[in-house]
């Protein structure tokens, strides 16, 4: 894409800068702010070639809105990663670990699965192309920078796409709220993983939940029965990366 957007935070600015500098057009950052943290991100920037520029507070707000941007604001040019599944599959670095949504239409819950997935490590989200929400404005805002760095890969075919995972020797499970299903604890995912989630109240598709090697739930102790999509990847990706950097692991 050829627009611009802007990036916010300390992380996600610094991020974007150590990666592609040259994508970085301008950093705005508060007035009168010289802490150390501030002062070894302007000197990282201006070491990048980026025009640094010292604004108040009021137009950093007027970049953002609500957003909480830490005193500095990065005008860039927009990256979406979409991918073909092949690619990423091709491409992978280290042991998968996969979000896979299967009838998320929310484009707030795609933004906030993206950035719980960037969180996580996860290499990619993967969605159908006819039921899933559109990398919109919405969801790239949401992400707060993480449409940019973890691929969305949209497919044809769901069940096909989960089969071909599994070809490429990663483990499917999907998340289900069962009586019957494990624990998503008592679930070895220390090898290549993908975790399947549904929207909240549906759930998961019928040949979905059939194409996946295994279902699993997320433990329930309160009076609610179901949970925000993207508070059930954070569990779920989150678990993964727990066991993983588990001595032995």
């Not at 919109?136 to 949209?154: D, L, R, W």
Request: glycine share 10%; proline share 3%.
């Amino acid at each position: 894409m050829a627009d611009t957007r802007y990036l916010y935070g300390f992380h996600a600015v610094a991020a974007r800068i150590k990666r592609d500098a040259g994508s970085v057009l301008d950093m705005y950052v508060a007035a009168g702010r010289s802490d150390p943290r501030m002062r070894e991100l302007v000197n990282l920037a201006q070491g990048a070639g980026v025009r640094v520029h010292s604004v108040d507070a009021a137009r950093l707000s007027a970049m953002v809105g609500q957003a909480i941007h830490q005193g500095v604001v990065a005008e860039v040019r927009a990256q979406i990663r979409e991918a073909k599944l092949a690619d990423v599959l091709d491409g992978m670095d280290g042991k998968a670990l996969l979000l896979v949504l299967d009838g998320v239409t929310d484009p707030h819950n795609l933004g906030a699965c993206l950035r719980v997935a960037d969180a996580a490590g996860a290499q990619a989200v993967i969605a159908p192309r006819d039921r899933a929400a559109p990398l919109n404005a919405t969801a790239i805002k949401v992400a707060s920078g993480a449409a940019e760095t973890v691929p969305y890969v949209m497919v044809t075919n769901l069940a096909r796409a989960l089969r071909e995972l599994q070809a490429a020797g990663i483990w499917v499970a999907g998340a289900a709220g069962d009586a019957e299903a494990r624990s998503i604890y008592a679930i070895d995912q220390r090898g290549p993983f993908a975790w399947v989630l549904g929207a909240e109240g549906a759930g998961l598709r019928r040949l979905t939940r059939e194409t996946c090697d295994e279902l699993a739930s997320i433990p329930m102790h309160g009076s609610v029965e179901s949970l925000n999509v993207s508070v059930a990847a954070g569990i779920c990706l989150f678990e993964a990366r727990r066991q993983r950097l588990a001595p032995g692991a």
